[in-house]
């Protein structure tokens, strides 16, 4: 990678690890931000990151993605598992290695492999 090879000359190590091997890194001293961005801080990215998650969450644009679906019960029910994702993915930042499922807060739909199954489940009924 043109990047790896950038760094091979003075690479940062965090816990002893270059940063070109950041999933080996403990993902509590993982760094937020590899590098600053030119326009915006840290706070402003993840404000816009959060109205985004925010804004296609949203009961009317879930509605609106669910037109697809023929019958009431399964949109209800794809209304539904939506926010449950939302609820579960939210916290997990903008990299799609932290939103792993072993990682994943256990809440009252259980695991996203049961949340799947339910959908699944609710879908074939209809």
């Known amino acids: ?6 760094m091979e000359a003075s ?4 816990a002893g690890v270059p940063i070109t091997r950041r999933w080996l890194i403990p993902r509590n001293l993982r760094p937020k ?5 030119p326009t915006m801080s840290a706070e ?3 404000l816009h990151t959060q109205s985004v998650w925010d804004t296609f969450y949203s009961l009317k644009s ?4 669910s037109r697809f679906i023929k019958s009431m019960r399964a ?5 539904l598992i939506s926010k449950i994702y939302r609820q579960m993915y939210a916290d997990t ?8 499922s072993h990682d994943l807060p256990v809440g009252p739909a259980g695991s996203p492999s049961r949340v ?10 209809t």
């Open 1 to 6: 990678m043109k990047w790896e090879k950038m």
């Open 11 to 14: 690479p940062v190590h965090i």
């Open 33 to 37: 931000l590899y590098w600053s961005h």
């Open 44 to 46: 402003e990215i993840r």
């Open 62 to 65: 879930i509605w609106v993605r």
């Open 75 to 79: 949109r209800l029910a794809f209304l």
């Open 93 to 100: 930042g903008i990299a799609t290695d932290s939103a792993a």
């Open 116 to 125: 799947s199954a339910c959908l699944q489940v609710l879908l074939c009924r």
